[in-house]
């Protein structure tokens, strides 16, 4: 799995866009980046995943730069039930062998 | 069922002894994990259970440490001899087929040992 490097927090205020950044250099041509967050005291829960083109689900939005070498998790009006720690996870697409793994994240705070 | 399941929520055992901690995955998931999350930690991967393959232990931290899937479903993950170091919530997963990356996690149990 390509390493990906994430800012260990953010804050951000309620009802205004926050955007998560996560660097990954290294990524292959077949690696998808996949988002997941964990609420505190919850198991993660899955958000959305792109290979090369932005995408859009009812959670949030993926923005995935051309040369694919970094992304941007966007959530479009942060509330407080968004505070979470966010992962980002660059990894081959449902072919792998072994199972996902999670690095430390982004520890985001939505502020009142 | 609707969503993976994950029984007991919550577990206090003596040092020494042993526990089990069972798994219902979501119906028709081949692909199975556990995971372990110290306090303040990040997820620790465990064990991988992928369809009829055999099962990926790489994760499992000492032989102290089993899991069983019976009949592709349910999962039991046993620990024997706990450790006050093995308190954490311990975490499953599941997913519709093996290699997959998106995953469906269960609330946890939470294992204290005192």
């Known amino acids: 799995d390509a390493k990906t490097t994430q800012p260990t927090s953010m804050d951000c205020a309620e009802g205004r866009a926050a955007n998560l950044p996560c660097n990954h250099s290294?990524?292959?041509?077949?690696?998808?980046v996949y988002w997941y967050r964990q609420i505190h005291s919850q198991g993660p829960q899955y958000i959305i995943h792109?290979?090369?083109n932005n995408e859009t689900n009812e959670m949030a939005s993926l923005i995935i730069t051309e040369d694919r070498k970094s992304s941007t998790l966007i959530l479009p009006h942060a509330t407080l039930r968004d505070t979470a720690v966010y992962y980002c996870?660059?990894?081959?697409?449902?072919?792998?062998?072994?199972?996902?793994?999670f690095g430390s994240g982004t520890r985001l705070q939505v502020q009142p | 069922g609707a969503g993976v399941s994950q029984s007991p929520s919550n577990k206090v055992t003596e040092k020494g002894k042993d526990v089990e901690l069972r798994c219902d995955p979501i119906?028709?998931?081949?692909?199975l994990y556990w995971y372990r999350q110290s306090l303040g930690q990040g997820l620790e991967f465990l064990i991988y259970?992928?369809?009829?393959?055999?099962?990926?232990k790489s994760g499992l931290p000492s032989d102290r440490f089993s899991a069983e899937r019976t009949g592709g479903s349910v999962s039991t993950l046993t620990i024997q001899r706990t450790q006050q170091e093995d308190s954490a919530v311990y975490l499953c997963?599941?997913?519709?087929?093996?290699?997959?990356?998106?995953?469906?996690f269960g609330a946890g149990s939470r294992l204290t040992v005192l």
């Open positions: 997963a599941s997913s519709f087929q093996t290699g997959a990356n998106v995953l469906t």
């Open positions: 290294t990524i292959s041509g077949n690696e998808y």
């Open positions: 792109g290979l090369k």
């Open positions: 996870i660059v990894r081959v697409g449902d072919t792998g062998r072994r199972a996902l793994t």
């Open positions: 119906s028709g998931h081949t692909a």
């Open positions: 259970f992928q369809g009829n393959s055999a099962p990926d």
